[in-house]
């Protein structure tokens, strides 16, 4: 079974910026959408930032202007730049694929932590 996995995760203060990566464990058939959702402490998981693979992006707007998501196809990986990072931004930050054979792919998740 293909998994994604995410990198990039961590501690750090409020203001700061974190990258976080993501690419399949395996081979996959065709990826078309890639997005990043986030779990906080007992909330529900959310959508973060998603882009199709022609390059349409979609952003919660508690993030926009402050996150970034970019994606390189040839690699099937997705990028998640966050600056201006705040307290409220905490949570496990899990990366998406769509991808045609496989269905939805999830990656076990990577801890964010923000300290004010």
Same mark, same amino acid.
């Given at each position: 079974?293909?998994?994604? !996995? =995410?990198?990039?995760?961590?501690?750090?203060?409020?203001?700061?910026?974190?990258?976080?990566?993501? $690419?399949? /464990?395996?081979?996959?058939?065709? #990826?078309?959408?890639?997005? *990043?959702?986030?779990?906080?402490?007992? $909330?529900?998981? %959310?959508?973060?930032? /998603?882009? +199709?693979?022609?390059?349409?992006?979609? &952003?919660?707007?508690?993030? @926009?202007?402050?996150?970034? #998501?970019?994606? %390189?196809? $040839? @690699?099937? +990986?997705?990028?998640?730049?966050?600056?201006?990072? @705040?307290? =409220?931004?905490? $949570? !496990?930050? &899990?990366?998406?694929? %769509?991808?045609? &054979?496989?269905?939805?792919? *999830?990656?076990?998740? +990577?801890?964010?932590?923000?300290? /004010?």
């Amino acid at each position: 079974q293909v998994q994604l !996995v =995410e990198s990039g995760g961590g501690l750090v203060q409020a203001g700061g910026s974190l990258r976080l990566s993501c $690419a399949p /464990s395996g081979n996959v058939f065709h #990826i078309n959408t890639m997005g *990043w959702y986030r779990q906080g402490p007992g $909330a529900q998981r %959310d959508v973060v930032a /998603s882009m +199709t693979r022609g390059g349409r992006t979609n &952003y919660a707007d508690s993030v @926009k202007g402050r996150f970034t #998501i970019s994606r %390189d196809n $040839a @690699k099937n +990986t997705v990028y998640l730049q966050m600056n201006s990072l @705040k307290p =409220e931004d905490t $949570a !496990v930050y &899990y990366c998406n694929a %769509d991808d045609s &054979y496989y269905g939805s792919i *999830w990656g076990q998740g +990577t801890q964010v932590t923000v300290s /004010s």
